[in-house]
């Protein structure tokens, strides 16, 4: 009864289904700010849409969550468009870099095993670094909330970004930095993304928070301010030269997606840094788990479609 | 002349041979298939085939859809490092059906679970499929593959073998009546594919008949489909568009309602 067909996928799929995958993620894309692609893209491949098809469509289906999410946390005055603009031209370099870097190792033969590895690689250590990290700053909360106010020495890493030249004030962070950080950050994210086939957010966050020093819940904002035009370049590019969109399900997903983001937006103004950091870190090696189970255990069909990630 | 009588003799016995195999396909097999044409609306989730029709009595009816013939680039996983499931390169099939489903009566389901060589002499099964497909590179293990790919296609609904859906009814003088109902999947080829009838004696096929069908979308699907393929670009915009106003719309709609909190 509640079946859809979709033409491109050419498949019918739930649409209550659908519209309970899209409200999931967008909670979690309103939460943390991830546009949430690492965790729709095999949701929508195990309900058996065709992997090119599940990651075009979900690039469009982000492009509304994203703006919904932007737009809320712009109204709470969360977006650093300065930082945002700043990021995504390094991004859009990056990207054009990764994907040239992807197709020279598909040449090889061994871009598959790199991709996966990488993901493992980049997941694990993302994940801890935020558990630990965050885990360690909620210990420290509870303990000693006097003693917060005494002045912090400057660690080397502070040091060597302050001697950078062109440093700019980011009102919205509160931090003075080089503009060539965000840049040169960008250009990383982007590579790693393209190659990865994401839209990069769960690696832009903690490189905002870890290595741009920015307050987290600006970086949730901001974020996804970045991956909002990174997803409208995709969805284009995707539309244009695979025809993989498939318009129905991206639209089913963003009316999830979209209300989801907005109850997340609410969540993670209720949610301290800290405790943000750690649920992200959670889900991050949950899905660092699931991968190296796939990666070591016999799958049930040896062949796959070429496509999808 | 008792030479003559025994040539005519044999001339007769090959004439009323030739007769009752003219008769087996000419008269004794009707072929029904409701519908002839598959629409795919905004709705459609597969479709069911009718099928009916009669064969002679004594002989088993088999049901087969099969499609086009296509040529797949697939992904080959295997372990790398002795460890770790990877995708290890690329494999072609070439020259397979982009559907396959077989409906065998159960008695010559039945003899073939007792004979693995009952669907290699009628050519018409999964083994047959395998014997003319083509598998590059070379080197790999054909049988191997294959068995693998039909895996693949059953996870789909796209290859599939029923033995409990023909059953057949009356009776009546030299014929029977048989009927089947093929449940197709709702990723069903949109290019069409061929409905036939075999009847089966003594492990041989006696007479056959097929049907095409036609697939088309029609409605909102067909209109979709022509923008997204013949229009990428002013599709890919819209697409984008129609996102960003929806989360506009979501954004503004809970600011209105936050608001009276």
Redesign the interface.
Known sequence: MWNLYLPIAGHSVNIVLIFGLGALVGLLSGIFGVGGGFLMTPLLIMFGIPPTVAAASDSNQIVGASTSGTFAHYRLGNVDFKMGFLLLIGGVAGGTIGVEVIRILRATGNADFLIKVTYVLMLGFVGFYMFLESLHGLKKTKATVVVEKKPKKESTYAKLIGMLPWQIYFDKSRIKLSILMPLVLGVFVGILAAIMGVGGGFIMVPVMVYLLRMPMHVVVGTSLFQILFTCIDVTIMQAHSNHTVDFVLALILLIGSSLGAQFGTRISKKLNGDQLKIILASLVLIVMVKMLLGLLLEPSVLLSFVGGH | MLKRILMGGIILITGLFFMVGAVYSAENLTFHVSPELVA???????ATLHISGTIPSDCEAIVRIIGHNQN???????K?MG?????L???EINGVPDIMLIYPSQALYKLSENDNNTWEKLGIGFKSLEDKADVLPKTEDKSK?FK??I??KA??DLYEKKPDNLTYGDVSGAVKSFKVAVELP??VP?DGFNAELYAVKDGKIIAEAVKKIKVK?IG???Q??SL??NH??L??????V???L???I??VV??ESGGAH
């Open positions: 795919i609306g905004i709705r459609f989730d597969g797949l680039s697939l992904k080959k996983k295997g790398a460890l770790l499931w990877m995708n390169g690329k494999i593959i693998e790919f895996k693949l996870s789909l709702s990723n949109h979308e909102i699907p067909a979709i489909s997204a393929f990428g670009t599709y890919g915009v819209i697409a984008v129609i996102a960003i929806a989360g506009i979501v954004g809970f600011k």
